[in-house]
C-alpha cells in the first residue's frame, strides 16, 4: 500500500486546486477520480454548457442587430457545439499538465474509506493518506416522475448530448440550471416553457432582479408559469406530455429537468471514517474546509451552498493550506455569485432584503442600462445595476446586475465592498467612456437622491445629475 501526504478523491476544480497546492508545498499528493480529468467543470458542466451559451448569444445578438446569422432550421448540436469540444480537450490536458509539472500522481479508480487513513481503490489497489481531501462533486438530481432518457426526457448532462435542437421544450424548474438552460435555448429560437414550482425565479435572488430577468425571459417569447408542480410525464411519439399538480398538460419535444443537484457520497463508505452527511446530503465542514475528522477535509459541491467552481478552487487551497500550516486563512462569505443566463446575472454582497434582516438601515440605487451607449452598441439595452448602501456610513454593501457582462461588472463591487468603499468614492470614481461600469456611477447618484430627499435636502434628479454615456 503507497502511503501520500495527500490523498485526493476528485479532479473537479477543488480537487485540482487543492492537489497542485498540497505538491507546490513539496508534498507527496495523489488524487483518484473515476472519470476525465477536470469533473463536471470540465467535462459536463461549466465549461460545455457556457460555451454553448456563447454561441446561442452570437447568433441571437445577430438577430437583435438586424444581422444575417448561419443559423438555419436544420440544427446540429454537434454543429454548435464544435467550440465546447475544442475548449473541452483544451481544458482537461491543462488539467492533467498541471498534475504532471507537479508531479501529482493520478489514478483513474474509484474510492472507498476502508478506515480513517486508508482508501480502497476499484483497481484493487489501497492508498493511505496522512491527509485526504473529499472533493467528489455532485450529479443532476432525479425525479421520479420524469425519467431521464437522454431521447425525451433530460437532464443537464444529457441535453448537451441531444443530435438535434427540439422545436418546443419544457423545463422543470426556476433554478439557476433550469434558467441558464430556458434562456439558452429560447435564444437558439426554441419555443421553451419554464415550469417553476416556486413563486418567482431564483428566489434567492434581489426580488427586483428577478422579476427583471422573468420580464426579459418573456419578451423573448418564453412562457413562465410559477407555482407550477409536474406531478407526471408520460413520453410519446412525438413529444412529453407534462401533468401538472392543477390537472392540466403541457405538451413539448422534449423536457429538461433542472431541478437541483446531488452531492456525490455514496459509495465513500465514509462511515468508515467517522464522517456523517447533514440533513442535505452534504459533508459539514468548519471554514477551513475541515470535518469532523481533523485530518479529512472536504470542498466544493459536496460541502453544498454556494456550489460554484469559483469558490470551489478556493475551498480546495484553503483546506490544503490549512491542513500543512500555510496560515492562508478562511475563505469567509464575500463572493461574487454568477448565474449565465441571458442576459447573464450576478449579485455580491447584502441584497435590500438581507441587510435589513441583520438590522441595516439601507438604501438602494439603480442604473437602467439604457443609459449606458455602450449598451446600445452591444445590443443589449435592457438591464440594471443595483446597489445597496448602508445610511449613515454610506457604504457599498452589495451590488445586484442583470444585464450583458454582470459576471465581469460585479468584481468592482467585490472590491468596493471588500475594502470598505463608500457611494462619495463611486462618483467620483473617473470610468471609461463609453463603457457599461460607468452604471455604477448612475446608481451611486440614485441612491445619493434618495438620501438627500430623506434629510430634506435640494438636488437634481440622478438622470440630470449625471450623464452617464
Avoid at 493520478?106 to 472533493?135: M, Q, Y
Avoid at 427583471?212 to 413562465?224: K, R, T
Wanted: with cysteine; proline share 3%; glycine share 12%.
Amino acid at each position: 500500500m503507497d502511503s501520500y501526504d495527500l490523498v485526493v478523491i476528485g479532479s473537479g476544480p477543488a480537487g485540482e486546486k487543492g492537489a497542485v497546492q498540497a505538491a507546490y508545498l513539496g508534498r507527496s499528493v495523489l488524487v483518484v477520480d473515476s472519470g476525465l480529468a477536470g469533473g463536471a467543470w470540465v467535462n459536463t458542466g461549466t465549461i460545455p454548457s457556457k460555451t454553448l451559451r456563447e454561441t446561442a448569444l452570437y447568433l441571437a445578438g445577430g438577430r437583435r442587430l438586424g444581422l444575417e446569422t448561419p443559423f438555419g432550421r436544420e440544427r446540429s448540436v454537434a454543429n454548435l457545439m464544435a467550440m465546447e469540444r475544442r475548449i473541452v480537450n483544451r481544458w482537461r490536458e491543462k488539467v492533467e499538465r498541471s498534475f504532471r509539472l507537479h508531479g501529482v500522481e493520478r489514478r483513474t479508480a474509484r474510492a472507498r474509506f476502508v478506515d480513517a487513513h486508508t482508501l480502497e481503490l476499484s483497481d484493487g489497489t489501497k492508498a493511505r493518506g496522512e491527509h485526504i481531501l473529499v472533493a467528489t462533486g455532485s450529479r443532476p438530481r432525479p425525479v421520479e416522475f420524469a425519467v431521464v432518457d437522454g431521447v425525451r426526457i433530460h437532464d443537464s448532462d444529457t441535453l448537451l448530448r441531444i443530435p438535434r435542437i427540439p422545436e418546443t421544450l419544457v423545463v422543470l424548474g426556476g433554478g439557476v440550471i433550469a434558467c441558464e438552460y430556458a434562456s439558452i435555448m429560447q435564444a437558439l429560437g426554441v419555443q421553451v416553457t419554464l415550469l417553476n414550482g416556486r413563486e418567482r425565479l431564483l428566489r434567492w435572488l434581489d426580488a427586483e432582479a428577478s422579476a427583471l430577468l422573468e420580464e426579459i425571459f418573456v419578451q423573448a417569447g418564453m412562457v413562465v408559469r410559477h407555482g407550477a408542480s409536474a406531478r407526471s410525464t408520460q413520453v410519446q411519439e412525438t413529444g412529453v406530455e407534462v401533468l401538472l399538480d392543477d390537472g392540466t398538460l403541457v405538451q413539448g419535444d422534449m423536457c429538461l429537468v433542472g431541478l437541483g443537484r446531488l452531492p456525490n457520497t455514496e459509495g465513500l463508505g465514509l462511515e468508515k471514517a467517522g464522517l456523517e452527511l447533514d440533513d442535505w446530503g452534504t459533508i459539514s465542514v468548519d471554514g477551513y474546509q475541515r470535518t469532523s475528522a481533523e485530518h479529512i477535509y472536504a470542498a466544493g459541491d459536496v460541502v453544498g451552498f454556494p456550489s460554484l467552481a469559483s469558490v470551489s478552487m478556493e475551498q480546495g487551497r484553503v483546506a490544503t493550506a490549512h491542513m500543512f500550516g500555510e496560515g492562508r486563512g478562511e475563505l469567509g462569505n464575500l463572493f461574487p455569485y454568477g448565474v449565465y443566463t441571458i442576459p447573464e446575472l450576478s449579485t455580491v454582497g447584502k441584497d435590500e432584503t438581507s441587510a435589513r434582516a441583520e438590522g441595516l438601515d439601507v438604501v438602494s440605487g439603480c442604473a437602467d442600462y439604457r443609459h449606458s451607449a455602450r449598451s446600445v452598441m452591444l445590443g443589449a439595452e435592457t438591464g440594471m445595476v443595483k446597489i445597496v448602501v448602508e445610511r449613515g456610513s454610506r457604504k457599498l454593501l452589495g451590488a445586484t446586475i442583470v444585464g450583458a457582462q454582470a459576471t465581469e461588472l460585479i468584481h468592482y463591487a467585490a472590491a468596493v465592498v471588500h475594502y470598505g468603499g463608500t457611494i462619495d468614492e463611486l462618483i467620483t470614481f473617473v470610468f471609461n467612456l463609453p463603457t457599461l461600469s460607468v452604471l455604477y456611477k448612475q446608481a451611486a447618484y440614485d441612491a445619493i437622491h434618495k438620501l438627500r430627499l430623506e434629510d430634506g435636502s435640494q438636488g437634481p434628479r440622478p438622470e440630470h445629475a449625471a450623464v452617464v454615456g
